[in-house]
Every structure is written in C-alpha cells, then in structure tokens.
C-alpha cells in the first residue's frame, strides 16, 4: 500500500490497497513539490503497470498561528517588585515551552522589578512566537510637612502635609492639617498614603523661650527731687 503521511506523523489516507510492490506505481502530484507543501489541496493520480488510474486530493492541514495575550499588572509602588504578567496561549500545538529572558520557563510570571521581559515561546511543532513586555512603576511619592518650625513658648502653629489622600500624625490626628502648641522643642511626623504607597516625613520644631525684660531695680521718687 502506498501510505500518505503528515507532518506529524499521522496516517492521511491509503492511495492503493494492493500487493505489489511500491515500485510498480507511480504517482503524479500534479507537479507539487512533495517535499515542501503548505496547507492546502493536493490532487493526485496512482497509475500502475497496466495503467490503470485512480485520482483523489489531499488536504494538509496547519495548525493555527500560535496567538500570545497577556494581562500586565504593572508595579504598584515606587521601589516594589510586585508586578505580574498572566500569559493566555492560543492555537499551535501542544506542549509549549516558555523561556524568558529572567531565566524563568513559566507561562506566568510574579514578583517583578521594573525593566523589559521578553518571551520566547515554541509549540510542541517547535513553532515559535515571541512577545516583549515594559514593566512600568508610579513616580516616587514624598510627602512634606509644610509650616512654620520656631515659635515662642504658648504660641500656636498650623502643620500641613502637603499631599496624599489619608494622613497619621504623631499626635494622633489624621486630617491633612493640625494645630500644635509644643511646650517644648519636638519632632512630628506624618504617615501620607496616596493611590495606596505610603510615605513619610518628620519635622524639628524649636521652641523658644519668651524673653526676660527688666528695667533695673527699683527706684524711689520724691516730688520735687
């Protein structure tokens, strides 16, 4: 029998069912090259030594191309290392092997840095496919604390955290302002959370002392003198 295969190995029909050896038939593809068909429609006619004829196709089939999507969850904070890429792989052919360039042969990937993450991927036909991804991270977030750091003893000052969206003090006060009135010199804090990444400042405050008037001792006048 004279037996077509593809490309993988599988059985795609059975031209003759016969005895006779290979060698008495001949086949005409109708001048494709056999050796390096695409996908599509082949006809073909087995004629034997008597000449007689049978005609019929073959279609080659190819696996779709392979399709890479991916959900990037970019980093959260500045300085963190918790973005994630979530892989879908459609078409091709199973297994596929995944090689990224942090060395990781997962599909997906957790706990990353800023910087570039290309993939190469290769299906179980050894089709390949490839993809770069950018992770990305939010600006640095400084809070400051905004005011006046030196008054006099009993005198009051106002304090602002000049941004965030939710606010600690030292004191215990979460608006984005507060009042003090130190006794003494101190250091205040604030605690500024902003699209959810915290920062942190901390300001000296001096406190001084009223100052010390004196007109001398004290003196008797007499009218007239």
Do not use: R
């Not at 459609?90 to 993939?119: C, K, R």
């Not at 006060?173 to 604030?190: C, D, F, H, K, R």
């Amino acid at each position: 029998s004279i037996v077509i295969y593809d490309l993988k190995g599988a059985e795609v029909k059975t031209l003759v069912n016969g005895f006779k050896a290979e060698s008495n038939y001949t086949i005409d593809w109708d001048g494709a090259d056999t050796n390096a068909l695409s996908a599509g429609n082949y006809p073909y006619t087995v004629s034997d030594a008597n000449w007689c004829m049978v005609a019929g196709t073959v279609d080659i089939l190819s696996p779709s191309q392979l399709q890479l999507d991916t959900l990037i969850t970019h980093i959260s904070c500045f300085g963190y290392d918790d973005g994630a890429i979530d892989l879908t792989v459609t078409n091709g052919t199973l297994p596929y092997t995944f090689s990224w360039s942090n060395g990781s042969s997962t599909e997906d990937l957790a706990a990353l840095d800023t910087g570039i993450y290309n993939l190469m991927l290769t299906d179980g036909n050894n089709c390949p496919a490839s993809i770069s991804i950018t992770m990305n991270q939010p600006p640095l977030f400084e809070v400051d604390i905004l005011g006046n750091l030196s008054l006099c003893i009993g005198e009051e000052i106002i304090l602002t955290a000049n941004i965030g969206d939710s606010f600690i003090w030292s004191t215990g006060e979460t608006g984005q302002a507060i009042t003090v009135q130190p006794l003494a010199n101190t250091s205040i804090w604030v605690n500024a959370i902003k699209n959810g990444c915290p920062a942190e400042d901390t300001v000296a405050i001096t406190v001084n002392p009223l100052p010390t008037v004196s007109a001398g001792n004290d003196t008797t006048i007499t009218n007239g003198t």
